[in-house]
Each structure stands twice: as structure tokens, then as C-alpha cells.
């Protein structure tokens, strides 16, 4: 049975589903999705894809974090035909959730971002194409007919290749641009670094670069002498080999310049430039006509400048904890954030979010809507499209449950006096 038209797994549906016997092709609970994916995936894939920055204190905070504050359901308010759709940049979205960007989907199944189109597609939540993702947005936008995706920017070291991904967004029907602030370097990710296993070193998660006709033009001239020499050394040669041999298929298919090694030295060189500042938003701002966000807000004085610059969004998020080993818990960010935006334009959130409880208590806290991450990396590599499909039913029919118990009968109506911090565990307001 669906509703309105997207496919939450209400109540009923789900029972429905155990009477008729059907077995989920994913564990409900988030832990033993993870559980289930570790055993699934391959070492080097399961550690990129859970590991964090230094000692993980931030992957662990973001969880603390939710962990911090209680909800206060309220009781007699007429919960019946609850609606959990949002409106979002003139697009009405099935609920306040999106799929966050995430690259080198192929260390998690060989459909990599297509199976994740797929799924989003099928449930019309947007999905935000990521930079470095393993397959090319034009792929991933032809699988998804008119159901709603955005593009998330790496700013690279080339304008022109800047320009080159914008203008291809716009031509896949992108609704709007995250420009990812967060990532300028890789942060320090032991697990990575212990294997020896970045994979987007093997050539794993250039698809956007490789499909670029700008980017492809800059492979048949000489790398630049200083700053771009690359990383690459004997045992990443080595891996490569090794790579090309296993998945002769998927692997060249993606570096399609015929020249794997070359390809991911001029990505090294080119994908990330550490000089930008403010000033620069501009650029980006003047060639595109879509909304422009803002991805890895965590200070209030950020969100300040952001709003200065003149971007139509932020995402308030530490990159899953992914980047800086003792940075902020992203929820702990959320409040200053807020009210440093006042609401002047749209504040989405993500870092920790494994349930519909977590989805509600970032809205209470003001966010507009809230990014998946990890959680539906995990159902792709278990069951593929099917598997993204399940996760986030599953996230949505928590949500839809927690707002109708909760007393709320829209997402207008979750509210900050519905949250108390959890006994014994004082709530800091950073920055705020
Ligand atoms: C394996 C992996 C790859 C990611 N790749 C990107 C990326 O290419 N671009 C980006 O903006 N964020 C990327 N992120 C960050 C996510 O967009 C999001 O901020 C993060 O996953 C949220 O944390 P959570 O998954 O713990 O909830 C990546 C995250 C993971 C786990
Ligand atoms: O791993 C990541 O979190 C990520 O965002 C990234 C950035 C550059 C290359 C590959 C992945």
C-alpha cells in the first residue's frame, strides 16, 4: 500500500509485509545495518566508507549528540492524515529528507550511484550527485526520469573545469548546487591509511572527472611542474594493476581515457582548490541560475558570511566526522547556525542522522531538512537499488510515526518546545 504517492512504508504496510512473510532485504536497526554491511563489503571498502578522522571522537559526538536530547510527545491533537512533505526551493519534496553526496559508490556495489538513482528515483527523495562519484551524472540523470537530484561541486584548481560541471548539472536537470567546503584536503583517516586503500586513488571515483570533456582535453597536456605532482606511488601502481585485472570492466569503462594512471594524476592535481576564500563565491554565484548551498557550515559566523555572500542555503555538517578529528558534533552546530540564518534561507543538516527520531529532533532544533549518508551506503552494498530503496523507507516510516506520536500532525508543526536535553547530560549552545 503507499500513500500519497511515495513509497514510506506506513504502519499498516509493514504489518502487512510480516503477515504476508516477506523477509526486508535489510536489518531495520541502523547497528545491524552496519552489522550486516560490514560482513558484506570488502575490508578496505567497509573502513572507507565507517571511518572517520583521527581517533573518530567526531563519528561518535554526531551520535551523542542525538543522544542528548529527549522528546516530549504530546497527546489528543488529531494525528490522523498526517503530511511529512516539505517545500523546498519550489519543489515539493515527499519529506524533509535528501541523499546526501557520496562518492566512490563502487567500493560499496557495482551499480555504484545508478543503483542509488534508481532507488531515489523510485521515492522521489532528491539525490545530491557527488563530485566523485563512479558513475557520470548524465548516467544517473537519464535513470531517474523528472525526479528531483542536485549536484555537489568540488571546486576544482581549474575554473573551466568548474564551469564544465556546473553547465553539465544544469543540463541533467540539477535543482540546485552544494558547494562543499569541508574537503578541501582528505582529512586523516587512519583506517584508509593503515590499507593503504583511498579508493578513489585507484580510479574509483574520477567518473565525473573522466567523463569531462574539459578535464579530458587536460589529459593530453603535461601536468603543471610544481603542486601537481601526484601521490601516486609504486604500491598505488601496483594497486591499479591489481584493479584493472579483478574488475576489467567496471574499471575501464570509467577511465575511459585509455590512460588510468594519467587520469588520477590529473585529478590529484586538479580537484581541490585550498586557496579559495569568500570573494570567489561570486564566481560560482554568477554562473548558474540554480540555488547555490553551502555544505559543511559549523560556525555561526560562517553562516553570517554566507548569508553575506549572497548563497541561498547551508548544510550544517562536520562530513560525518570524516574530516576534523575533534570538531563539533554537526548537531551541536545546528542551533547557532539557525540563529545566525534567522531564517532567511533554507538550513539542511546531516552527520549522524540512522532514524526517523534523528530526522525529527534536527527539525525541532531548526533545520529545514536533513541529508542520509552512511545508512544508505550500507543498504547499497547489501541489496543494491533495492537495498537503498528499504533504508530509506525505513528512515521515512520512523519519521512519519515519531511526528504522528510525537502530536504532530505536520512537519510545520515539529517544534523546539517538543525537545528537553536528557537528564545529566548538559546541552552546550555553541557559538550560539
Ligand atoms: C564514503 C563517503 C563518501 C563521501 N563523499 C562525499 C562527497 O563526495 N562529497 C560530499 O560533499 N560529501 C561526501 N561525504 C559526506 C556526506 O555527504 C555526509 O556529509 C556524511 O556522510 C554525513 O555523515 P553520516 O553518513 O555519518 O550521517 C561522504 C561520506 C561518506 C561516508
Ligand atoms: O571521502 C570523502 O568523504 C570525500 O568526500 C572524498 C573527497 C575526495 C575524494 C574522494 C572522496
Not at 558484506?40 to 573518530?56: H, I, L, P, Q, T
Not at 585529478?267 to 576564500?277: M, N, W
Request: proline content about 6%.
Amino acid at each position: 500500500m503507499r500513500e500519497r504517492g511515495f513509497g514510506v512504508r506506513r504502519q499498516t504496510e509493514i504489518y502487512t509485509s510480516g503477515l504476508a512473510g516477506r523477509r526486508p532485504a535489510v536489518p531495520t536497526d541502523p547497528d545491524r545495518l552496519e552489522g550486516a554491511a560490514r560482513k558484506k563489503m570488502s575490508r578496505e571498502a567497509f573502513a572507507y566508507v565507517a571511518g572517520g578522522a583521527g581517533s573518530e571522537s567526531t563519528v561518535r559526538a554526531n551520535r551523542v549528540a542525538f543522544e542528548r536530547w529527549r522528546i516530549v510527545p504530546r497527546v489528543l491533537r488529531g494525528v490522523a492524515g498526517r503530511e511529512v512533505s516539505v517545500e523546498l526551493f519550489g519543489r515539493r519534496l515527499p519529506a524533509p529528507l535528501l541523499l546526501a553526496p557520496v562518492g566512490v559508490l563502487e567500493a560499496a556495489h557495482r551499480e555504484a550511484d545508478v543503483a542509488v538513482a534508481r532507488a531515489a528515483a523510485r521515492l522521489g527523495v532528491p539525490l545530491v550527485f557527488s563530485s566523485q562519484a563512479s558513475r557520470p551524472m548524465e548516467e544517473c540523470a537519464a535513470a531517474m526520469g523528472d525526479a528531483p537530484r542536485w549536484f555537489q561541486l568540488y571546486w576544482s584548481t581549474s575554473d573551466e573545469l568548474v564551469e564544465s560541471f556546473v553547465a553539465r548539472a544544469e543540463r541533467c536537470g540539477c535543482e540546485a548546487i552544494v558547494l562543499t567546503l569541508d574537503t578541501t584536503m582528505l582529512g586523516w583517516r587512519p583506517r584508509d591509511l593503515d590499507l593503504a586503500s583511498l579508493p578513489f586513488l585507484r580510479g574509483r571515483g574520477i567518473a565525473q572527472y573522466t567523463s569531462d570533456p574539459v578535464f579530458r582535453r587536460a589529459l593530453d597536456r603535461p601536468l603543471p611542474p610544481s603542486g601537481g605532482r601526484p601521490a601516486v606511488n609504486l604500491s598505488t601502481l601496483r594497486a591499479l594493476v591489481g584493479l584493472a585485472r579483478r574488475y576489467p570492466g567496471g574499471f575501464l569503462e570509467n577511465l575511459r581515457s585509455g590512460e588510468p594512471l594519467a587520469a588520477v594524476r590529473r585529478f590529484i592535481a586538479t580537484y581541490s582548490r585550498t586557496s579559495l576564500r569568500w570573494e570567489d563565491l561570486a564566481f560560482l554565484c554568477e554562473r548558474t541560475r540554480l540555488p547555490v548551498l553551502l555544505k559543511g557550515i559549523l560556525h555561526p559566523e560562517d553562516a553570517r558570511l554566507a548569508l553575506e555572500h549572497g548563497v541561498d542555503g547551508v548544510i550544517v555538517s562536520n562530513h560525518g566526522g570524516r574530516q576534523v578529528d575533534g570538531a563539533i558534533a554537526a548537531l551541536d552546530a545546528l542551533p547557532g547556525v539557525v540563529e545566525a540564518v534567522d531564517g532567511r534561507v533554507p538550513v539542511l543538516f546531516d552527520s549522524g542522522v540512522r532514524g526517523g527520531a534523528d530526522i525529527f529532533k534536527a527539525l525541532a532544533l531548526g533545520a529545514t531538512a536533513v541529508c542520509l549518508g552512511r545508512p544508505y551506503v550500507y543498504g547499497l552494498a547489501l541489496a543494491g537499488e533495492k537495498g537503498v530503496a528499504e533504508v530509506v523507507e525505513n528512515v521515512l516510516a520512523e519519521f512519519d510515526l515519531t511526528m504522528g506520536l510525537a502530536g504532530c500532525r505536520s512537519v510545520a508543526e515539529i517544534s523546539r518546545d517538543l525537545l528537553v536535553p536528557a537528564p545529566g547530560t548538559p546541552v552546550s549552545s555553541p557559538g550560539g
